[in-house]
């Protein structure tokens, strides 16, 4: 499941990690002569051989701030109910035509999934790990809402824009 290119917040690059990371696992499960699996946690360092000066191959990033590929093994594997969103909800200049929507990928280990965007209710899913859809973007929190039997779990994603100021705090 090595992808040396996956640099977190490259969307595209962390969901192929977590689709080959996802091909693996569900090809050895069950084989009788697998007992477990490692993957390699962290970020490689890079190397003058090569020409490798960068490595991103790891469910890390080089300050060890979690990849999409950390929360698609939480979902997986951890018992307790777990659910994290990944979205672009960064406040933007409204479309030409309106209708502004944004991909969400989610990760969870629960069966329903309920959404709510600023508040409203925007939708009610079956859990998949990952789940992918499409949600309307209004300026105001996303967030979601997760149950599996009578745990529940929940994530939001603020929305942002441009910087305003830098406060500096002792």
């Not at 084989?31 to 962290?42: N, R, T």
């Not at 469910?59 to 307790?80: C, G, H, N, Q, T």
């Not at 079956?126 to 105001?140: C, I, M, S, T, Y």
Request: hydrophobic residues 40%; contains cysteine.
């Amino acid at each position: 499941a090595n992808r040396p290119e996956t640099t977190r917040g490259s969307r595209a690059r962390e969901l192929d990690q977590v689709r080959a990371i996802d091909d693996v696992l569900s090809r050895i499960a069950g084989l009788p002569h697998v007992a477990g699996f490692a993957l390699w946690s962290f970020n490689d360092y890079g190397t003058l051989r090569k020409k490798r000066y960068a490595r991103h191959c790891g469910l890390v990033d080089a300050w060890r701030s979690p990849k999409m590929a950390a929360d698609y093994l939480a979902a997986r594997f951890r018992p307790e109910a777990f659910v994290r969103l990944v979205a672009d909800w960064r406040v933007a200049p409204a479309r030409e035509g309106g209708g502004d929507e944004r991909d969400v990928v989610v990760f969870t280990n629960c069966d329903t999934l309920r959404f709510f965007v600023g508040g409203v209710p925007a939708g009610e899913m079956r859990g998949a790990n990952p789940l992918a859809v499409k949600l309307p973007f209004r300026d105001g929190a996303l967030e979601v809402r997760a149950l599996r039997g009578t745990e529940c779990a929940s994530d939001v994603c603020l929305p942002w824009g441009p910087a305003a100021r830098l406060t500096i705090v002792p």
